[in-house]
């Protein structure tokens, strides 16, 4: 069984910094994908970032471009998101999910929570004005 946790959220200042990281394990085959997500109150689930474990491919959506890195370790057993420059509007609960097969270049498909089929506990981030 897939397992996935989420941690490393926390309160921290405009301008601020903070790594999350989610714990995976589980996976029958080594092709997948580790993507980040993220709710804020009354909207919807956002996919912000992913990354492929077997050619290290990283997608971003636009509002993080530049700001966020997703990262995997050599072991394949942690995927971090490096988080710097953070504004209030980044405030939501981080999750982090696994797909069963990578996520093909150019595609959007880590937008798509449908996509993801193994789900860990969210971790909350707070950024303060």
């Known amino acids: 069984e897939v397992q996935l946790q989420a941690s490393g959220g926390g309160l921290v200042q405009a301008g601020g910094s903070l790594r999350l990281s989610c714990a995976a394990s589980?996976?029958?085959?080594?092709?997948?994908?580790i993507g980040w997500f993220r709710q804020a109150p009354g909207k919807e689930r956002e996919g912000i970032s992913c990354?492929?474990?077997?050619?290290?491919?990283?997608f971003y959506e636009d509002s993080v471009k530049g700001r966020f890195t997703i990262s995997i370790d050599n072991d394949l057993s942690t995927v971090y998101l490096q988080m710097n420059s953070l504004k209030p509007e980044d405030t939501a609960v981080y999750y982090c999910?696994?797909?069963?097969?990578?996520?093909?270049?150019?595609?959007?498909?880590?937008?798509?929570?449908?996509?993801?089929?193994?789900w860990g506990q969210g971790t909350l981030v707070t950024v303060s004005s």
């Open positions: 990354i492929n474990s077997g050619d290290g491919n990283a």
């Open positions: 589980g996976f029958p085959f080594d092709d997948y994908a």
């Open positions: 999910a696994a797909a069963l097969a990578a996520i093909p270049s150019g595609s959007t498909w880590y937008r798509l929570p449908s996509y993801f089929t193994s």
